[in-house]
Protein backbone atom coordinates (compact mmCIF):
# COMPACT_ATOMS: atom_id res chain seq x y z
CA UNK A 1 0.00 0.00 0.00
CA UNK A 2 1.10 3.80 -0.54
CA UNK A 3 -0.42 6.36 1.24
CA UNK A 4 2.17 8.96 0.22
CA UNK A 5 0.33 12.38 -0.93
CA UNK A 6 -3.51 11.16 -0.06
CA UNK A 7 -5.21 14.31 -0.08
CA UNK A 8 -8.54 13.80 1.13
CA UNK A 9 -7.99 11.94 4.17
CA UNK A 10 -7.52 15.44 5.72
CA UNK A 11 -10.99 16.41 5.78
CA UNK A 12 -13.18 16.13 8.96
CA UNK A 13 -15.52 13.97 6.53
CA UNK A 14 -12.66 11.37 5.95
CA UNK A 15 -11.57 11.43 9.67
CA UNK A 16 -14.41 10.69 10.81
CA UNK A 17 -15.12 7.53 7.91
CA UNK A 18 -11.39 5.65 8.40
CA UNK A 19 -11.29 3.04 10.49
CA UNK A 20 -9.26 2.84 13.52
CA UNK A 21 -7.07 -0.01 11.82
CA UNK A 22 -6.60 2.17 8.84
CA UNK A 23 -5.19 5.11 11.11
CA UNK A 24 -2.72 1.92 12.54
CA UNK A 25 -1.94 1.03 8.94
CA UNK A 26 -0.74 4.65 7.90
CA UNK A 27 1.07 4.83 11.03
CA UNK A 28 3.29 2.18 10.46
CA UNK A 29 3.75 2.75 6.69
CA UNK A 30 5.68 6.33 7.80
CA UNK A 31 7.01 4.71 10.64
CA UNK A 32 8.43 2.01 8.12
CA UNK A 33 10.21 4.98 5.96
CA UNK A 34 10.95 6.82 8.61
CA UNK A 35 8.91 9.96 8.73
CA UNK A 36 8.15 10.12 12.06
CA UNK A 37 6.24 13.75 11.81
CA UNK A 38 3.57 12.13 9.78
CA UNK A 39 3.15 8.75 11.71
CA UNK A 40 2.62 10.55 15.33
CA UNK A 41 0.04 12.64 13.33
CA UNK A 42 -1.38 8.97 12.24
CA UNK A 43 -1.02 7.75 15.89
CA UNK A 44 -2.95 10.91 17.25
CA UNK A 45 -5.68 10.28 15.18
CA UNK A 46 -5.72 6.38 15.79
CA UNK A 47 -5.94 7.34 19.58
CA UNK A 48 -8.87 9.95 19.10
CA UNK A 49 -10.53 6.77 16.90
CA UNK A 50 -10.29 4.42 20.27
CA UNK A 51 -11.39 7.37 22.77
CA UNK A 52 -14.61 7.94 20.35
CA UNK A 53 -15.19 4.18 20.31
CA UNK A 54 -14.91 3.69 24.59
CA UNK A 55 -17.78 4.53 26.47
CA UNK A 56 -18.14 6.23 29.34
CA UNK A 57 -20.83 3.97 31.31
CA UNK A 58 -19.84 0.78 30.34
CA UNK A 59 -17.22 -2.04 31.53
CA UNK A 60 -14.24 0.06 29.74
CA UNK A 61 -14.65 2.59 32.28
CA UNK A 62 -11.21 2.89 33.17
CA UNK A 63 -9.67 2.34 29.84
CA UNK A 64 -11.68 5.55 28.79
CA UNK A 65 -10.79 7.52 31.92
CA UNK A 66 -6.88 6.80 31.23
CA UNK A 67 -7.72 7.75 27.83
CA UNK A 68 -9.32 10.97 28.94
CA UNK A 69 -6.59 11.82 30.68
CA UNK A 70 -3.89 11.24 28.94
CA UNK A 71 -5.88 13.57 26.53
CA UNK A 72 -6.44 16.47 28.45
CA UNK A 73 -2.80 15.97 30.04
CA UNK A 74 -1.26 16.74 26.82
CA UNK A 75 -3.38 15.58 23.59
CA UNK A 76 -1.73 11.89 23.46
CA UNK A 77 1.84 13.77 23.64
CA UNK A 78 1.29 15.84 20.75
CA UNK A 79 1.13 19.16 22.82
CA UNK A 80 3.66 20.44 25.11
CA UNK A 81 2.30 23.20 26.39
CA UNK A 82 -0.44 21.39 28.25
CA UNK A 83 1.78 19.58 30.59
CA UNK A 84 3.67 22.67 31.75
CA UNK A 85 -0.09 24.66 32.22
CA UNK A 86 -0.59 21.64 34.64
CA UNK A 87 2.60 21.60 36.24
CA UNK A 88 1.66 25.54 37.21
CA UNK A 89 -1.87 24.62 38.16
CA UNK A 90 -0.35 22.16 40.28
CA UNK A 91 2.13 23.99 41.79
CA UNK A 92 -0.62 26.80 42.48
CA UNK A 93 -3.74 24.13 43.63
CA UNK A 94 -0.36 22.88 46.37
CA UNK A 95 0.35 26.55 47.10
CA UNK A 96 -3.34 27.48 48.01
CA UNK A 97 -4.19 24.44 49.73
CA UNK A 98 -1.41 24.57 51.82
CA UNK A 99 -1.98 28.49 52.53
CA UNK A 100 -5.40 27.37 53.68
CA UNK A 101 -4.97 24.37 55.29
CA UNK A 102 -1.40 23.69 56.77
CA UNK A 103 0.30 27.10 57.47
CA UNK A 104 -2.31 28.42 59.69
CA UNK A 105 -2.64 25.48 61.65
CA UNK A 106 1.38 25.18 62.12
CA UNK A 107 2.35 28.24 61.66
CA UNK A 108 4.16 27.72 58.38
CA UNK A 109 5.42 30.56 56.19
CA UNK A 110 3.97 30.83 53.06
CA UNK A 111 4.50 33.83 49.95
CA UNK A 112 3.22 33.54 46.76
CA UNK A 113 7.31 32.40 45.50
CA UNK A 114 6.61 29.11 47.11
CA UNK A 115 3.95 28.43 44.19
CA UNK A 116 7.59 27.77 41.95
CA UNK A 117 8.91 25.93 44.88
CA UNK A 118 6.22 23.12 44.26
CA UNK A 119 6.38 23.03 41.31
CA UNK A 120 9.39 20.84 41.33
CA UNK A 121 9.01 16.96 42.36
CA UNK A 122 12.65 17.08 44.71
CA UNK A 123 10.82 19.84 47.27
CA UNK A 124 10.99 18.50 50.69
CA UNK A 125 9.54 21.35 52.36
CA UNK A 126 8.17 20.78 56.06
CA UNK A 127 5.43 22.78 55.10
CA UNK A 128 4.68 19.71 52.86
CA UNK A 129 5.32 17.23 54.81
CA UNK A 130 3.06 18.06 57.33
CA UNK A 131 -0.03 16.80 55.42
CA UNK A 132 1.00 13.57 53.67
CA UNK A 133 -1.84 13.59 51.30
CA UNK A 134 -0.90 16.94 49.47
CA UNK A 135 2.66 15.43 49.55
CA UNK A 136 1.63 12.14 47.69
CA UNK A 137 -1.21 13.97 45.41
CA UNK A 138 1.79 16.79 44.44
CA UNK A 139 4.49 14.47 43.63
CA UNK A 140 2.36 11.82 41.57
CA UNK A 141 0.97 14.35 39.33
CA UNK A 142 3.78 16.60 39.12
CA UNK A 143 6.02 13.08 37.96
CA UNK A 144 2.88 12.19 35.54
CA UNK A 145 2.88 15.75 33.70
CA UNK A 146 6.87 16.10 33.66
CA UNK A 147 7.20 12.31 32.15
CA UNK A 148 4.20 14.14 29.64
CA UNK A 149 6.35 16.91 28.94
CA UNK A 150 9.41 15.09 28.01
CA UNK A 151 7.50 12.63 25.79
CA UNK A 152 6.01 15.62 23.97
CA UNK A 153 9.31 17.14 23.83
CA UNK A 154 10.52 13.54 21.97
CA UNK A 155 7.61 12.55 19.89
CA UNK A 156 9.95 13.97 16.89
CA UNK A 157 13.15 12.86 17.83
CA UNK A 158 12.37 9.44 18.65
CA UNK A 159 14.61 6.30 17.34
Known amino acids: MNFFDVEKLDSSKAKNNTSQETFRIIKHNFNKIGNVIEANKYHSLELKKRRNQLKIFSTDFFNYL ?8 SNHSKNWILPILWILAIGFLTYSTLDNFVCARYGCTNNLIDVFKYMSIVNYDDCIKKNPIIFILNKVLLGYFYYQFITSIRKDTRK
Open 66 to 73: VFFFHWIS
